[in-house]
């Protein structure tokens, strides 16, 4: 199993000085946040993805992809496409991150490229019915 889906974290976020909700500290991973459920590490990952919105102005697939998998330590055109495939959206799409069907289908899409395997569909709406 990845490391994302033993640490309920389906989009392998980063340890930081934010505290989600729904994230056991102290971490058993160093790196890595880990949540209680899976319902917590997807409602961190959507979260996350809105304040790259509201915060750092992301507009496109390729915007947001490009903040989350920086070119210096992953291959963000390979991510982007990926995405965009799993999503069935071109590189160019604004995704309205207000709106639940949307933001589902790209944490699923973040997902499967962070773990490897498909996302459990019911643990990403549990995790946006958590914001």
């Known amino acids: 199993m990845s490391r ?16 989600w909700q729904g ?18 590490g997807y409602r961190a990952l959507i979260k996350l993805l809105q304040n790259y919105r509201r915060v750092n102005g992301c ?4 915007d947001f992809i490009n903040r989350w998998a920086p070119p210096i330590e992953n291959n963000t055109s390979g991510y982007i496409r990926r995405v965009c495939t799993e999503m069935q959206v071109p590189t160019n799409h604004v995704p309205d991150v207000r709106e639940k069907a949307t933001m589902c289908a790209f944490a699923a899409a973040i997902s499967q490229v962070e773990n490897g395997e498909p996302a459990v569909m019911e643990d990403v709406v549990a995790g946006w019915n958590l914001l």
């Open 59 to 62: 507009r496109t697939i390729a």
């Open 4 to 19: 994302g889906l033993i640490n309920n974290n389906p989009g392998n976020i980063r340890l930081s000085r934010t505290l």
């Open 23 to 40: 994230e056991v500290r102290p971490s058993q991973d160093k790196s890595f946040c880990q949540f209680k459920t899976m319902a917590y």
